[in-house]
């Protein structure tokens, strides 16, 4: 049985945010059971047969999905092997329902991923975020009263407007709520997004270069002053808590992807599922299959991928496992590139590990995009 990640898409959301360009909708309230129903057939199509690691549900708002929509769902995913798994849902403040974590916990979730992006209200509204802080607040404590022992929350820096010192307030009342897991990413401007459009306009006043480079350097060494560990450029974890799905994705192994705009990895072949709700929903109902494109990877993007996502991880990749996955050498392959770039002291490449420094993960983009072939 081949072993594979899981991750599910549920498309729906209350009202999109202004900066999200996830292919999720919002007034898509009546297409709820339909879809649950066609995801749920998905499930057991595509995970037969297989030996399921991790489970993700992503979106959209997964907690925006109604009761009767869920209680589908959860049909198809008892049915998969679930002993000791690393298994997620996300989903947003005020989205959470005492319902809702019950059923989640008799589906066998055990992690919880929280967006919250920002602790000042302004910010909360300029981003287009549907809950308040005090959401927030009642969120965290409600999941901790059910017995989530894995938490995550998501924080924004270079939004709006943030000043250094609203940052550095937001990292550290996260931080005193001890949470297992915090992501920080930085806010990039997305074509198609509301956000994108007032940019365009000249309308979205952001902070200075210099100051985004500062909240990074705060976040890993405020962070790391409190327990958590980077281990990947954007991810902070307390030991033992790395969000397990997300390194299948960052090591280059296999994941199916179930849901609508949902993507697959098997094999070394990509797979995309169609984006449009209902299309997808009857793709499913008619034939079982809602894939849209695939593409066989050459072993030349295969390995541009193994370096350009491997490198995300703080340990970066092993040169090791790559002349055990390839076949060849990784200095017959990218021998220069490795070399200049430990000459600017961007890169490490000891142990038998090739990783980014510290200076390194400031200007990841440009290291990475020179592993492509």
């Given at each position: 049985?081949?072993?594979?990640?899981?991750?599910?898409?549920?498309?729906?959301?209350?009202?999109?945010?202004?900066?999200?360009?996830?292919?999720?909708?919002?007034?898509?309230?009546?297409?709820m059971t339909s879809?649950?129903?066609?995801?749920?057939?998905?499930?057991?199509?595509?995970?037969?047969?297989?030996?399921?690691?991790?489970?993700?549900?992503?979106?959209?708002?997964?907690?925006?999905?109604?009761?009767?929509?869920?209680?589908?769902?959860?049909?198809?995913?008892?049915?998969?092997?679930?002993?000791?798994?690393?298994?997620?849902?996300?989903?947003?403040?005020?989205t959470f329902t005492?319902?809702?974590?019950?059923?989640?916990?008799?589906?066998?979730?055990?992690?919880?991923?929280?967006?919250?992006?920002?602790?000042?209200?302004?910010?909360?509204?300029?981003?287009?975020?549907?809950?308040?802080?005090?959401?927030?607040?009642?969120?965290?404590?409600?999941?901790?009263?059910?017995?989530?022992?894995?938490?995550?929350?998501?924080?924004?820096?270079?939004?709006?407007?943030?000043?250094?010192?609203?940052?550095?307030?937001?990292?550290?009342?996260?931080?005193?709520?001890?949470?297992?897991?915090?992501?920080?990413?930085?806010?990039?401007?997305?074509?198609?997004?509301?956000?994108?459009?007032?940019?365009?306009?000249?309308?979205?006043?952001?902070?200075?270069?210099?100051?985004?480079?500062?909240?990074?350097?705060?976040?890993?060494?405020?962070?790391?002053?409190?327990?958590?560990?980077?281990?990947?450029?954007?991810?902070?974890?307390?030991?033992?808590?790395?969000?397990?799905?997300?390194?299948?994705?960052?090591?280059?192994?296999?994941?199916?992807?179930?849901?609508?705009?949902?993507?697959?990895?098997?094999?070394?072949?990509?797979?995309?599922?169609?984006?449009?709700?209902?299309?997808?929903?009857?793709?499913?109902?008619?034939?079982?299959?809602?894939?849209?494109?695939?593409?066989?990877?050459?072993?030349?993007?295969?390995?541009?991928?193994?370096?350009?996502?491997?490198?995300?991880?703080?340990?970066?990749?092993?040169t090791l496992e790559?002349?055990?996955?390839?076949?060849?050498?990784?200095?017959?392959?990218?021998?220069?590139?490795?070399?200049?770039?430990?000459?600017?002291?961007?890169?490490?490449?000891?142990?038998?590990?090739?990783?980014?420094?510290?200076?390194?993960?400031?200007?990841?983009?440009?290291?990475?995009?020179?592993?492509?072939?």
């Amino acid at each position: 049985m081949q072993d594979a990640g899981l991750y599910i898409h549920i498309p729906f959301c209350k009202m999109k945010c202004y900066y999200c360009d996830f292919p999720s909708f919002s007034g898509k309230e009546d297409n709820m059971t339909s879809y649950a129903k066609a995801l749920s057939k998905e499930i057991r199509i595509k995970c037969k047969e297989k030996n399921i690691k991790t489970i993700f549900i992503g979106g959209g708002t997964p907690t925006y999905l109604s009761l009767h929509g869920w209680r589908i769902i959860k049909e198809a995913i008892d049915e998969i092997k679930k002993e000791h798994i690393e298994f997620t849902i996300e989903g947003n403040p005020k989205t959470f329902t005492e319902e809702k974590l019950k059923l989640f916990k008799d589906m066998g979730v055990n992690r919880i991923s929280v967006g919250l992006q920002a602790w000042q209200e302004e910010h909360l509204k300029s981003l287009g975020r549907i809950h308040t802080l005090e959401d927030f607040r009642n969120t965290f404590n409600l999941l901790r009263r059910y017995g989530f022992k894995n938490i995550n929350v998501d924080i924004m820096f270079g939004i709006p407007s943030q000043t250094l010192t609203q940052w550095k307030e937001t990292l550290e009342q996260v931080i005193s709520l001890n949470p297992e897991h915090i992501s920080a990413y930085s806010l990039i401007i997305e074509e198609g997004t509301h956000f994108y459009n007032l940019y365009q306009k000249n309308q979205l006043k952001l902070p200075e270069e210099d100051t985004e480079r500062q909240m990074y350097e705060d976040t890993v060494n405020i962070l790391k002053e409190n327990g958590y560990t980077q281990y990947e450029i954007s991810n902070f974890a307390k030991e033992g808590k790395e969000c397990r799905h997300n390194l299948i994705y960052w090591s280059l192994d296999n994941y199916i992807g179930c849901g609508s705009a949902a993507h697959s990895y098997l094999n070394g072949i990509r797979y995309r599922n169609e984006e449009n709700i209902e299309k997808y929903t009857c793709k499913i109902e008619d034939e079982n299959n809602a894939i849209i494109e695939e593409h066989l990877n050459s072993k030349k993007e295969n390995m541009e991928e193994f370096m350009f996502l491997g490198l995300r991880k703080t340990q970066g990749i092993s040169t090791l496992e790559f002349k055990e996955r390839f076949d060849v050498e990784i200095e017959s392959v990218y021998g220069s590139i490795i070399e200049k770039y430990v000459k600017l002291g961007l890169l490490n490449s000891k142990n038998q590990r090739i990783y980014l420094t510290h200076r390194g993960i400031e200007v990841s983009n440009i290291v990475m995009s020179d592993f492509l072939l």
